[in-house]
């Protein structure tokens, strides 16, 4: 008689919710939001003599972001960050035996990749400070007849992407390592 055994997969994804799904039920635009932003840091970065692009707290603890555009970008990171938590648990569940956040947060937060003389420094911080990308962390049990079953970081990124990538604008599998 066969037993079954619970193999954990832990997965890490970035997604980015779709412009039309944060229209519909946001007041502000994340793009708009994204490009006030970009100003507010460029213009610091400036008043300061930064040589580089630094994470939104710490503008925010200069005093160097309106309070008001912080509290629109605050309210659509949350936003995205739920819907997008939603979404994984409504479409993958079933495959699931358990589906455990460990984190899902807003890129935006983050300190950016963009340099400042980068030729494309404008675009890119409009991208990066636009608060509808979510970086997920996840802890996903799976029940299986083999002890340690092969394959399954494989089965696990196709499973996700296949379920995934049409609910979201942009998707990525960033790892799939099993515990």
Not at 55 to 77: C, H, N, P, R, Y
């Amino acid at each position: 008689m066969s037993s079954l055994h619970i193999s954990k997969l832990h997965i890490t994804l970035q997604v980015k919710v779709p412009h039309t799904l944060l229209e519909r039920h946001l007041p502000s635009s994340a793009e708009v939001v994204g490009e006030a932003l970009t100003e507010q840091v460029i213009a610091a970065i400036k008043k300061h003599r930064l040589s580089y692009f630094p994470a939104l707290d710490f503008l925010e603890k200069q005093g160097d972001i309106e309070q008001d555009l912080l509290d629109a970008a605050e309210t659509i990171s949350w936003f995205s960050c739920k819907l997008v938590r939603e979404e994984v648990n409504k479409k993958l569940r079933a495959y699931f035996s358990e589906l455990s956040f460990q984190s899902v947060k807003c890129i935006s937060y983050a300190m950016p990749s963009v340099r400042v003389n980068q030729l494309n420094a404008w675009q890119e911080l409009v991208e990066h400070y636009t608060p509808n990308k979510v970086k997920l962390d996840i802890i996903a049990s799976v029940l299986k007849k083999e002890a340690q079953p092969e394959g399954l970081e494989n089965w696990s990124k196709q499973l996700f992407r296949r379920n995934l990538e049409a609910s979201f604008e942009q998707f990525e599998v960033i790892q799939s390592v099993s515990l």
